[in-house]
């Protein structure tokens, strides 16, 4: 259905989809699940976000901004995403848990052999991690899980996080 904008102009409106809210269950069944799988929110109740509270996934955007004109593919999005996940995760650690883990982060995603990758993923993960510890420090949220979908209009993020 079309209705008039106050410019004159057509616009489409949307009528109640039930669809959207069974696409909503979908993306948050992915966003818990590998967590349950893996025993981490063991006697945690997952809760929906306080009022007021941001919404990580749009911090998360505004964290990665910079980063985006290389991003040019899904993957490419994909990958940012998971490197400034986990970097921003580092950053709440102190000093030495914030190294193993990102040691742990490194070689888990470049071979020992690719000795120049692991320097530009050590060099990105570290330039965010400055960047989440000068820019977003007011955020103490850990980033538990994300979902990267397409949707005719772009992408959408949806993210699990602590309280």
């Known amino acids: 259905m079309f209705r008039k904008s106050k410019s004159g102009k057509r ?7 039930h669809r959207h809210r069974d696409c909503a269950d979908g993306i948050e069944r992915e966003l818990l699940e590998p967590l349950h799988s893996r025993g981490l929110l063991k006697g945690q109740k997952v809760v929906p976000r306080p009022e007021g509270m941001e919404k990580m996934s749009e911090v998360l955007l505004e964290f990665v901004q910079p980063y985006m004109k290389s991003a040019k593919t899904r993957k490419a999005f994909d990958s ?22 990102s040691d742990q982060i490194v070689n888990a995603v470049v071979s020992c ?7 530009v993923i050590r060099r990105v993960m570290n330039e965010l991690i400055e960047r989440k510890k000068r820019h977003f420090a007011k955020y103490d949220r850990y980033i538990l899980n994300y979902v990267l979908s397409e949707t005719e209009d772009g992408f959408h993020l949806s993210v699990v996080s602590t309280p």
């Open 80 to 101: 940012l995403l998971a490197i400034a996940t986990a970097s921003w995760n580092c950053a709440l650690l102190d000093e030495k848990g914030s190294h193993e883990l």
């Open 113 to 119: 052999e690719d000795k120049q990758g692991q320097v």
């Open 11 to 17: 616009k489409r409106h949307h009528q109640p989809d």
